[in-house]
């Protein structure tokens, strides 16, 4: 196929689906990994799309994250990582969670479904709920319910925090776009980080679990200062203003 059809054939694909993976597309139009990945490049240079590991996506303009299908693929060995420390330090038995729509808290719920018995979820995701389906588990689950983002596999809305809002539990776990140390806990949603903003505000203890791709990372959104948190969690010692800043604000930091 001339390079020309491939890119008609791949803007086609990203307007019909918002994201597209590199393994499909090789697939469809039945070219090497190289070639996919070289065409992504060149598109990304005239602004049709943005790259990241494993694929491409088009921005939203009410949502410049990556959607949850690419997200899903980055960095699983980190998030394994981080989700076994949040799990081990962090959770008790007979604990009510709540856990965001995250990548990495779909990660850190599998984690806790495996390591815990006695304890409740409550979660916006859809890939959260699913792995209730997909395990056999003593554990409960809360599903908020509300308007659904399909780019994000989660329900966000005014259903959405009034469901988190009735409910007070033991340990919020969140991730986010971005961090920054004078602005905080960021996102590129503003319905997602209502959410998130609503599970802080209705929990004992609040932990932020992040990689340190997001550390001084941009977005547009803010969820909130730290000084909210009782814990960072993330995959490999922040620099020393970072870890500076933390014990300033008396929050555990562990990698």
Same mark, same amino acid.
């Given at each position: 196929?001339?390079?020309?059809?491939?890119?008609?054939?791949?803007?086609?694909?990203?307007?019909?689906?918002?994201?597209?993976?590199?393994?499909?597309?090789?697939?469809?139009?039945?070219?090497?990994?190289?070639?996919?990945?070289?065409?992504?490049?060149?598109?990304?240079?005239?602004?049709?799309?943005?790259?990241?590991?494993?694929?491409?996506?088009?921005?939203?303009?009410?949502?410049?994250?990556?959607?949850?299908?690419?997200?899903?693929?980055?960095?699983?060995?980190?998030?394994?990582?981080? #989700?076994?420390?949040? /799990?081990? =330090?962090?959770?008790?038995?007979?604990?009510? &969670?709540? $856990?965001? +729509?995250?990548?990495?808290?779909?990660?850190?719920?599998?984690?806790?479904?495996?390591?815990?018995?006695?304890?409740?979820?409550?979660?916006?995701?859809?890939?959260?709920?699913?792995?209730?389906?997909?395990?056999?588990?003593?554990?409960?689950?809360?599903?908020?319910?509300?308007?659904?983002?399909?780019?994000?596999?989660?329900?966000?809305?005014?259903?959405?925090?009034?469901?988190? #809002?009735?409910?007070? /539990?033991? =340990?919020?776990?969140?991730?986010?776009?971005? &961090?920054? $140390?004078? +602005?905080?806990?960021?996102?590129?949603?503003?319905?997602?980080?209502?959410?998130?903003?609503?599970?802080?505000?209705?929990?004992?203890?609040?932990?932020?679990?992040?990689?340190?791709?997001?550390?001084?990372?941009?977005?547009?959104?803010?969820?909130?200062?730290?000084?909210?948190?009782?814990?960072?969690?993330?995959?490999?010692?922040?620099?020393?203003?970072?870890?500076?800043?933390?014990?300033?604000?008396?929050?555990?930091?562990?990698?």
């Amino acid at each position: 196929m001339l390079k020309i059809n491939r890119h008609e054939k791949i803007k086609q694909l990203l307007r019909e689906n918002g994201s597209l993976l590199v393994s499909d597309a090789c697939e469809i139009l039945g070219c090497s990994d190289q070639t996919i990945r070289r065409d992504f490049q060149e598109l990304e240079e005239q602004g049709v799309l943005k790259r990241i590991h494993g694929g491409a996506f088009i921005e939203s303009p009410e949502d410049k994250g990556v959607p949850i299908r690419l997200r899903s693929l980055l960095l699983p060995e980190e998030k394994k990582y981080m #989700s076994g420390l949040a /799990a081990e =330090k962090y959770i008790d038995q007979g604990d009510v &969670i709540m $856990l965001d +729509h995250s990548s990495t808290c779909g990660t850190l719920a599998r984690r806790i479904l495996d390591m815990y018995s006695n304890v409740t979820i409550m979660t916006n995701s859809v890939s959260i709920a699913e792995t209730f389906t997909q395990t056999n588990v003593s554990a409960s689950l809360i599903f908020t319910g509300g308007r659904y983002n399909e780019r994000s596999g989660s329900f966000t809305g005014s259903d959405a925090i009034r469901s988190i #809002s009735s409910y007070y /539990a033991d =340990k919020a776990f969140i991730s986010c776009s971005a &961090i920054d $140390l004078n +602005h905080g806990m960021l996102d590129t949603n503003e319905d997602h980080r209502d959410v998130r903003i609503a599970m802080l505000e209705h929990a004992k203890k609040r932990y932020l679990i992040v990689d340190h791709t997001k550390f001084s990372d941009n977005a547009s959104f803010i969820i909130s200062s730290f000084d909210i948190l009782d814990g960072v969690i993330t995959d490999q010692k922040p620099d020393e203003e970072w870890c500076g800043l933390f014990r300033r604000l008396g929050i555990e930091l562990i990698w």
